[in-house]
């Protein structure tokens, strides 16, 4: 079993900042790819951001130089510190880990909103 909870979501005014947590539990392996997804209303669900064990990251074009992927492996957590936020970034988003046998696994997500 592999738990996945974020937290850290709420409203903020264009060019705020937010920083989502995610810690994950239970079947994690030490090397692992972790993920930020987001889904707006009516949109398909997007990968945002994505750490390996190594510390390997990458991002969508949309948030570079915006959004920033960390780890702590200590305690099996991610982050994603989401600076000068826009509209557009509002959406519902997941935390996500790579099981080898099962696939990508999401957390129930936490709710961003940018307002104008």
């Known amino acids: 079993q592999v738990h996945l909870a974020e937290s850290g979501g709420g409203s903020v005014q264009a060019g705020g900042s937010l920083r989502l947590s995610c810690t994950a539990s239970?079947?994690?392996?030490?090397?692992?790819?972790m993920s930020w997804y987001r889904q707006a209303p009516g949109r398909e669900r997007e990968r945002v951001a994505t750490i390996t064990s190594i510390g390997t990251t990458s991002y969508v074009d949309s948030v570079k130089g915006r959004f920033t992927i960390s780890r702590d492996d200590a305690t099996n957590a991610i982050y994603l510190q989401m600076d000068n936020l826009k509209p557009e970034d509002s959406a519902v988003y997941y935390c996500?880990?790579?099981?080898?046998?099962?696939?990508?696994?999401y957390g129930q997500g936490t709710q961003v909103t940018v307002s104008s």
């Open positions: 239970g079947d994690i392996l030490p090397v692992n790819i």
């Open positions: 996500s880990y790579v099981h080898p046998a099962r696939g990508t696994l």
